[in-house]
């Protein structure tokens, strides 16, 4: 009896890969399990300064096909001494609905010295860095880095995660040699296996073939 007991309290307190996820999404560890994460909206160390709405489980979740990619960049990297390491994925519509939310108190400001120190908050929506949607609600689009496996550190980027700035575009170039370095090898592995930068983040990349074009999900994080 206590065997049986046993086998039904793990079942009931396993990880969330037992939970339902909508046809052709997958949890990224179920795939590629060696990526490392660190989901930054379910902590409050991130630009709203608090855990953020519909993050309920420190889960990463994509598009069946965008942790396959994801997969094979892991397989490359890990060649090449580096992880990668993933800071947001799915995001739900109601996470995107609290970032509005946030950039409409203008008082608000507990975190400009840290993520948007020469931006004026009142301009985060026309400069593009908060919007009522996100292709992370897509299922397809990552925020990520890399970790260097001999010393377990994130790579030098040049600018932070989240950072609003110019230095924090892909086509910034007044870096260091070896930062610009860690963002060219990101960029070229990704690019490598289907996914698309965006040009304001050096972070960002989409699948270039998502399955869900024009759908925005809210499921929860869970």
């Known amino acids: 009896m206590k065997h049986y007991l046993f086998i039904i309290l793990t079942i009931l307190l396993a990880p969330s890969s037992f939970a339902q996820l909508p046809k052709g999404f997958s949890y990224v560890h179920d795939i590629a399990p060696s990526i490392q994460k660190e989901l930054r909206y379910f902590t409050s160390n991130n630009f709203v300064g608090k855990r953020v709405d519909g993050y309920l489980a420190d889960t990463l979740i994509t598009s069946t096909a965008t942790a396959k990619a994801l997969k094979k960049v892991q397989a490359e990297l890990l060649t090449k001494g580096y992880s990668l390491k993933i800071y947001d994925a799915y995001r739900p519509q109601t996470a995107v609905n609290h970032f509005v939310r946030w950039a409409r108190v203008i008082n608000d400001t507990l975190t400009k010295r840290q993520f948007y120190p020469k931006v004026n908050k009142r301009l985060l929506f026309k400069l593009g860095y908060i919007a009522s949607k996100s292709g992370h609600s897509r299922g397809s689009s990552v925020d990520l880095t890399l970790v260097n496996l001999k010393t377990n550190t994130d790579v030098d980027m040049g600018s932070p995660y ?19 370095a860690n963002r060219y090898l990101l960029r070229k592995v990704m690019l490598k296996y289907g996914f698309r930068p965006y040009k304001n983040e050096w972070w960002h990349f989409t699948l270039r073939n998502e399955p869900f074009r024009t759908t925005y999900f809210d499921f929860p994080i869970k």
Do not use: A, E, M, V
């Not at 950072?163 to 040699?177: A, D, E, M, V």
């Open 162 to 180: 989240d950072f609003f700035g110019k230095i924090s575009h892909t086509n910034y170039t007044k870096l260091t040699k070896k930062q610009l």
